[in-house]
């Protein structure tokens, strides 16, 4: 059984990582077809050993396709993921267009795998915010040991969180400190280069941002409606990884030792934990690596029953690219999706 699999976006940051997960985890492909705006035909990405050329997706038939990996923005998403899914491929999407539809699954598969079921509603499966999946594979193995009350959070985040252009404008930026040029802020609503900026995504009525509000609401889509969270997300100069502080309520008694161990079992996660000077992980540690990282696990003596620790992970491969191809992997392994080739 091997799945004919397109990539929308494959030029971009998640789009090139997932080409790359893909076949470092040999997920069984019979074609892998890299697709991208008219402003990339025939630009060439890689996959395993090979090279292969980028296609327009306004002109791709997706009728022989399998699955759908789409990374190319929210606008992208809304307009192609219905038609796509029509044609009896499933798009598993990394934007935010299709994660708060009660049709759609929101799935990170060390967490809810199960809620995949029903996903042939739509034939779309959403991958959550970069920010939020990392954290809810940190939180569920403490969430079924000892019911997690309430979360704060505070979000160190990358700049490739926020694109190719992005990274580009923070090396730029650095370069023109460097110089003495003038730093031109194009992406950013300030100077990210030796700075950071309190605000990703923009402003809601509330004073919260979307990104601050995209973490409460897929917390409590994937892990639990009950979960009161409140998150604040900062912008960093850091090129790859996102990094969290965290503080956990639970109803129930939890001590550091206990989350230690728990979270050391836990699918998904590694423990770097050494109460010494550099026994912790950094961004810079985590990119280019597969697991949240959990550090710095103490009890938090300002509550009852709470917790405080350091999460970080690779936001371009758990944040997007390895959970959509995880989800992949579930369609396939529990026999949800089977290539049209061999059905034919
Ligand atoms: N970066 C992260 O950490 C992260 C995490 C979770 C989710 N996401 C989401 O993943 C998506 C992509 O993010 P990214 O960081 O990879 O962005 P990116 O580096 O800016 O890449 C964007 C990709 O989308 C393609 N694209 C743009 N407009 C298109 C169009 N009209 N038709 C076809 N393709 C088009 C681009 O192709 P061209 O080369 O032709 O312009 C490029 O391949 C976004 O929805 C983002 O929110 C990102």
Redesign the pocket.
């Given at each position: 059984m091997a799945y004919k699999v397109a990539i929308?976006?494959?030029?971009?940051?998640?789009?090139r990582e997932m080409l790359d997960i893909l076949a470092e985890r040999r997920f069984p492909v019979s074609e892998v077809v890299p697709?991208?705006?008219s402003?990339?035909i025939g630009?060439e990405v890689s996959f395993g050993d090979k090279t292969l050329k980028c296609r327009h997706?306004d002109t791709y038939d997706f009728s022989d396709a399998d699955i759908c990996l789409m990374?190319?923005?929210?606008t992208?998403s809304k307009e192609w993921s219905p038609r796509i899914g029509a044609q009896g491929c499933v798009v598993i999407d990394?934007?935010?267009a299709w994660r708060y539809d009660a049709d759609v699954p929101l799935i990170v598969p060390e967490v809810n795998a199960n809620a995949i079921a029903g996903f042939a509603k739509k034939n779309i499966i959403a991958?959550p915010?970069?920010s939020t999946a990392q954290l809810v594979v940190a939180l569920k193995p403490l969430h079924d040991k000892a019911k997690i009350r309430r979360v704060v959070v505070s979000t160190y985040q990358s700049v490739?969180?926020a694109?190719?252009?992005a990274m580009d404008e923070l090396f730029a930026q650095t370069r023109s400190v460097f110089v003495s040029d003038p730093v031109e802020a194009k992406k950013f609503p300030k100077r990210i280069a030796f700075n950071l900026i309190p605000q990703i995504d923009v402003f809601m009525e509330d004073g919260f941002t979307k990104e601050e509000w995209k973490m409460v609401a897929e917390t409590k889509k994937i892990l639990d409606p009950k979960i009161k969270l409140v998150a604040t997300c900062v912008r960093v100069p850091v090129f790859i990884s996102h990094s969290e502080a965290v503080n956990i309520e639970f109803e129930n008694p939890i001590t550091a030792e206990e989350a230690r161990e728990i979270l050391r079992e836990a699918p998904g996660v590694l423990v770097i934990d050494k109460r010494e000077p550099g026994g912790y992980i950094t961004p810079h540690e985590a990119a280019g690596e597969d697991a949240t990282y959990v550090s710095r696990i103490r009890e938090d003596p300002t509550v009852d029953n709470g917790l405080v620790l350091w999460c970080v992970s690779d936001?371009?491969r758990k944040?997007?690219a390895l959970n959509a191809v995880q989800i992949a992997e579930v369609l396939m392994n529990r026999k949800l999706l089977t290539p049209k080739k061999a059905a034919a």
């Amino acid at each position: 059984m091997a799945y004919k699999v397109a990539i929308v976006g494959a030029t971009g940051n998640v789009g090139r990582e997932m080409l790359d997960i893909l076949a470092e985890r040999r997920f069984p492909v019979s074609e892998v077809v890299p697709l991208a705006s008219s402003r990339s035909i025939g630009a060439e990405v890689s996959f395993g050993d090979k090279t292969l050329k980028c296609r327009h997706l306004d002109t791709y038939d997706f009728s022989d396709a399998d699955i759908c990996l789409m990374s190319a923005g929210g606008t992208v998403s809304k307009e192609w993921s219905p038609r796509i899914g029509a044609q009896g491929c499933v798009v598993i999407d990394n934007s935010s267009a299709w994660r708060y539809d009660a049709d759609v699954p929101l799935i990170v598969p060390e967490v809810n795998a199960n809620a995949i079921a029903g996903f042939a509603k739509k034939n779309i499966i959403a991958n959550p915010n970069c920010s939020t999946a990392q954290l809810v594979v940190a939180l569920k193995p403490l969430h079924d040991k000892a019911k997690i009350r309430r979360v704060v959070v505070s979000t160190y985040q990358s700049v490739s969180g926020a694109g190719k252009d992005a990274m580009d404008e923070l090396f730029a930026q650095t370069r023109s400190v460097f110089v003495s040029d003038p730093v031109e802020a194009k992406k950013f609503p300030k100077r990210i280069a030796f700075n950071l900026i309190p605000q990703i995504d923009v402003f809601m009525e509330d004073g919260f941002t979307k990104e601050e509000w995209k973490m409460v609401a897929e917390t409590k889509k994937i892990l639990d409606p009950k979960i009161k969270l409140v998150a604040t997300c900062v912008r960093v100069p850091v090129f790859i990884s996102h990094s969290e502080a965290v503080n956990i309520e639970f109803e129930n008694p939890i001590t550091a030792e206990e989350a230690r161990e728990i979270l050391r079992e836990a699918p998904g996660v590694l423990v770097i934990d050494k109460r010494e000077p550099g026994g912790y992980i950094t961004p810079h540690e985590a990119a280019g690596e597969d697991a949240t990282y959990v550090s710095r696990i103490r009890e938090d003596p300002t509550v009852d029953n709470g917790l405080v620790l350091w999460c970080v992970s690779d936001n371009l491969r758990k944040g997007a690219a390895l959970n959509a191809v995880q989800i992949a992997e579930v369609l396939m392994n529990r026999k949800l999706l089977t290539p049209k080739k061999a059905a034919a």
